[in-house]
């Protein structure tokens, strides 16, 4: 009995011991766990991010839109007269000059018209000689030659209207250009207005789009602008020339029209266009990536790195480009603005670059 008595008390005194062990450990733990966060959190505070340096350079604003190709001139050769077609002096494609003859349409008719004119005219000619010779020897009234004279003057007029006519009948090239497709042969008749074929002045080759209102007022007369063809992949430049005198009502956009050689006729009118308009530049103005950029309710704000911690700095902006945007207050050249780990990043935070740029 005794010694089952000092087992128990044994047993106890053990167990005992070890749960003072247990909650020593637990306390040196607990000191140990307090002490270790301010290494730790110092070490975790250092958030990585990028900056990038803020100096000044030249910033253009652009906008790209689709244009279309129109040929410096162009209209289609039509006949004035219903005339049968006598010869075609002209091949598809031929380059002409201003005043070529292109068509010859019959003029038999015309021709032998005018041949009878003229005798009436030799004819009233004379009369107008007699009666003039007459009245200068007091042997016929005024009013003989009178009438000899307006004879002869309506039959010169009439000659001059058929010649007119007669013109009519020999189609020429009105300018410089390029011959289209041939719409009649010889043989053909046609009638007023008939489209025998069209003429394309292409050595000048005019670049037409439309510029939302926003931006009309900035585009001006003699600008260059560039646009590109799907065609090739050449990089084209043309002089704007003029603007239309008002807004389009319905799609509230403004038509411009530019101009560009095409000694080669490369271009070709009908061809849409790529334009990447140059709309404003600022010769020195303070830019940034536009993923640094963070807008809120009051504006924009970006984080500035100085001297390893976080500052949140509010900015107003100004153009807007492709990767850029301009800084028109808040930054200084110099400033480093951090440009990744945006969300992570709080005023006052410790802050690690990794690169600058």
């Known amino acids: 009995m005794q010694r089952s008595s000092s087992l128990l008390r044994s047993g106890t005194n053990q167990l005992l011991l070890y749960s003072l062990f247990i909650i020593i450990l637990q306390a040196c733990a607990s000191r140990a766990s307090e002490k270790e966060p301010a290494g730790s959190t110092a070490a975790v505070a250092a958030i990585p991010a990028d900056g990038h340096i803020v100096k000044t350079s030249a910033f253009s604003d652009e906008l790209e839109i689709t244009g279309s190709l129109v040929a410096n001139q162009e209209v289609n050769i039509v006949s004035e007269l219903p005339r049968k077609v006598v010869r075609v002096h002209v091949q598809e494609g031929n380059i002409v000059k201003a005043g070529a003859l292109l068509f010859q349409l019959d ?43 307006t004879n002869l003057r309506v039959l010169q007029a009439e000659i001059r209207q058929l010649q007119v006519t007669i013109g009519k009948t020999r189609i020429r090239a009105p300018f410089d250009g390029r011959i289209g497709i041939i719409h009649a042969y010889p043989g053909a008749l046609v009638s007023a207005n008939t ?14 789009f439309s510029v939302p209102e926003k931006y009309a007022h900035l585009i001006t007369r003699n600008e260059e602008q560039r646009f590109t063809v799907a065609s090739d992949t050449t990089l084209y430049r043309a002089t704007v020339i003029a603007k239309e005198s008002r807004m389009n009502e319905q799609t509230r956009t403004l038509l411009i029209r530019a101009i560009t050689p095409n000694a080669q006729r490369t271009l070709v009118p009908g061809q849409s266009a790529r334009l990447n308009l140059s709309l404003r530049t600022a010769d020195n103005a303070l830019k940034i990536p536009s993923q640094a950029l963070m807008p809120s309710s009051s504006g924009y704000a970006v984080y500035l790195a100085k001297n390893r911690t976080v500052a949140l700095t509010p900015v107003q902006i100004g153009q ?15 400033d480093t603005v951090i440009t990744s780990n945006l969300l992570r990043l709080t005023p006052g935070a410790a802050v690690e670059l990794v690169t600058v740029k």
């Open 107 to 149: 003029d038999a008719d015309l021709q032998a018209q005018l041949e009878r004119l003229r005798q009436q005219e030799q004819l009233a000619a004379l009369n107008e000689a007699r009666m003039k010779d007459l009245i200068e020897h007091d042997a016929a009234i005024q009013q003989d030659y009178d009438q000899a004279i």
């Open 320 to 334: 807007r480009g492709t990767n850029d945007v301009q800084i028109l207050k808040g930054l200084a050249a110099g």
């Open 195 to 208: 489209v025998l074929t069209n003429i394309v002045d292409d050595s000048r080759i005019k670049v037409e």
